[in-house]
């Protein structure tokens, strides 16, 4: 057994005696322990798990030890949750001062915050009041995402929400690993990256005088709302458009801002993230924007105008509620404490209540013959093998191209030569990968 399963053993151990204990002194049945309270966690000190290293990080008490464990008990020992599942004899159905609820394909007991409370403070009204600043959104467990407390039901009481450990907490817990939110269901923001960098984009200076701006803020945010003292007249977090002709750089320049800033840029899934049910995409982009700010992640959307777009005249309900939708994005990019990138191929298409609120609006033109040359030789790399009669500053002065289209072209011309049994790219491979571009937008050589 590691050190981490070790420990991990004998928190279970010690959550497992705490809950009978709660039950036999609330039914006041033969217990061995006056209160819970004397029942002793086990000792961390000089434990190198993670479970370990995440109690010493947050100095957590007896209670937030056993709320932790409770959140993690139905991956780790769910069974031993099963004692919840009594009924009472009087009503016929589960206890209600129990909480906690069952899955569609679990079968045992899955806990809310209703079940840590009673767990903690059985009927002490006092104590029960003390533990629900533990689900308040400045506890680390909340404002450090490290447990999961879902939004109440209409008209349902706080405490019912389901609790649930975050999957990089229970990652954590388990094999040590700190591994980094990925797409779900419940999550549809992906982490976006590239193995380029800024010599591979090739961009006119106003775009990079933009750039800095932004990186420059990431970095000096702190001294300028703080040190010089503006976090009363500047709200805090910066937004930025990036528009412009599709394959011109706008996603590699976000995954590339992320890279030189040292932040995780997360690009947002349209398609799972508006809903055709009344209240849905509220409640999806809110996930996205809450995870967002405690990790201090970049927000990429990309093709924004699918959710950013102009408001209409309510003509209708539906027109209303999709208004509702524009309203209440605008207000969650002006609160939001970190950087926003919206992406658009047409700039028009954006609300202007949007429009008005960047901090930059970035144009990302189609590149020029020169830039178009520096784009070509940067694509073939000096080991593209390539035939005599390829000039890369020819094809950039003949045919005007986005570096995305020019990429898509050397890889139809790769495929080419190889499935013709050719050792290298010929002029007549790339021309004929031109022109599969260019229909694409409608165009012809």
């Known amino acids: 057994m590691t050190a981490g399963e070790n420990a991990l053993a004998n928190e279970i151990d010690w959550f497992s005696r705490v809950l009978d204990s709660r039950i036999r002194l609330y039914f006041e049945q033969g217990c061995e322990v006056a209160s819970i309270s004397e029942i002793t966690p086990p000792p961390l000190k000089g434990d190198r798990s993670g479970y370990a290293a995440l109690i010493q990080q947050y100095d957590f008490t007896f209670d937030e030890r056993l709320i932790l464990m409770l959140a993690l008990m139905p991956q780790l020992r769910p069974q031993a949750l099963d004692t919840l599942l009594i009924n009472n004899s009087v009503t016929g159905r589960g206890y209600a001062e129990f909480g906690g609820w069952k899955g569609k394909i679990h079968g045992g007991f899955l806990p809310t915050c209703e079940t840590a409370t009673f767990l903690l403070a059985g009927d002490d009204v006092t104590k029960r009041i003390e533990v629900m600043r533990y689900f308040d959104e400045t506890h680390p467990f909340i404002a450090q995402g490290l447990l999961v407390i879902d939004d109440p039901a209409m008209h349902e009481p706080l405490l019912s929400c389901r609790l649930s450990a975050a999957v990089e907490t229970i990652n954590r817990c388990t094999t040590g690993r700190c591994e980094r939110a990925d ?14 960098d800024w010599e591979d984009l090739v961009l006119a200076p106003e775009v990079m005088e933009e ?33 412009g002709p599709p394959g011109t750089g706008k996603t590699l320049t ?45 927000l990429f959307f990309d093709e924004a105008d699918a959710l950013f777009g102009k408001r209409t005249q309510t003509a209708s309900a539906n027109d209303r509620y999709a208004n509702q939708e524009v309203a209440y994005l605008l207000q969650r990019i002006e609160d939001f404490p970190g950087v926003v990138i919206l992406a658009t191929n047409i700039k028009a298409n954006i609300d202007d209540a949007f429009a008005r609120r960047f901090q930059s609006l970035v144009y990302f033109s189609m590149p020029d013959p020169d830039e178009r040359g520096r784009l070509w030789r940067a694509a073939l790399n000096g080991r593209c093998k390539v035939m005599a009669d390829v000039s890369p500053q020819q094809l950039a002065e003949e045919y005007e191209l986005s570096g995305g289209g020019i990429t898509n072209v050397i890889r139809y011309g790769a495929l080419c030569a190889l499935r013709s049994e050719r050792g290298a790219i010929s002029h007549a491979d790339l021309v004929a990968g031109i022109s599969k571009e260019l229909r694409k937008e409608g165009k012809t050589l």
């Open 183 to 196: 797409f779900s269901a419940s999550f549809p923001a992906r982490r976006i990256e590239s193995r380029l």
């Open 211 to 243: 750039l800095g701006n932004i990186s420059g803020w990431i970095r000096h945010q702190k001294t300028i709302m703080q040190e010089w003292g503006l976090e009363k007249i500047i709200k805090p977090g910066y937004r930025a458009l990036f528009y």
């Open 254 to 298: 976000a995954a590339l801002l992320g890279a030189e800033t040292g932040m995780d840029v997360y690009r947002i899934d349209l398609s799972q993230i508006v809903s055709k049910y009344i209240g849905e995409t509220e409640k999806n982009l809110a996930a996205v924007f809450n995870q967002a700010a405690r990790k201090n992640w970049i």
